[in-house]
């Protein structure tokens, strides 16, 4: 995806971003707003869409009802999406609000209770493997929490449980090896 595609709206949102107060990086491949190092504001796109992610968007107000949670899996970024340069022209004092919430927000410190990895559903196909295989146990509780998230996710994502069995197994050796899913 060419993220060409949404030059002019790239160039009006960072216009109104900068306009807010927040200093400019490249993360991810994305230009991303700061304060005092944190990361608030980030814009980019996609394929039917262009966005501005807010960090910690699941924190905000959002009185227009315009903050979107990219999957359910998200727990703390909330998207505002756009799909025109004229959408973002006619939103431009509420996006000015919002950014401002969120740096109120990154100012104070508030930070979003994340669930623990222990609060993700434990597939049973794993814990027969882990059971059979006990250091298998051992090296997943070794992972970072998002690693082991990331597996969780990607095994419990299957419907049916020989799919489950199969994910699982092909990645015994990684989960061993202490790498994650993507790594």
Known sequence: MSDKKWQAEFDALRVIVLDCGLDEQVKWGQPCFTLDGQNVVLIHGFKEYCALLFFKGALMKDPKNILIQQTENVQAARQIRFTALADITRLEKTLKAYIKDAIALEKSGAKVAFKKTAEFSFPEELE???????????AFEGLTPGRQRAYLLHF????????????????????????????
Do not use: F
């Open 156 to 183: 419990s994502s299957a419907k049916q449980a020989t799919t489950r069995e199969s994910r699982i197994e092909k990645c015994v050796q990684r989960i061993l090896d202490g790498k994650g899913l993507d790594d």
């Open 128 to 138: 027969r493997k882990m059971d059979e295989l006990p250091a298998l146990r051992t």
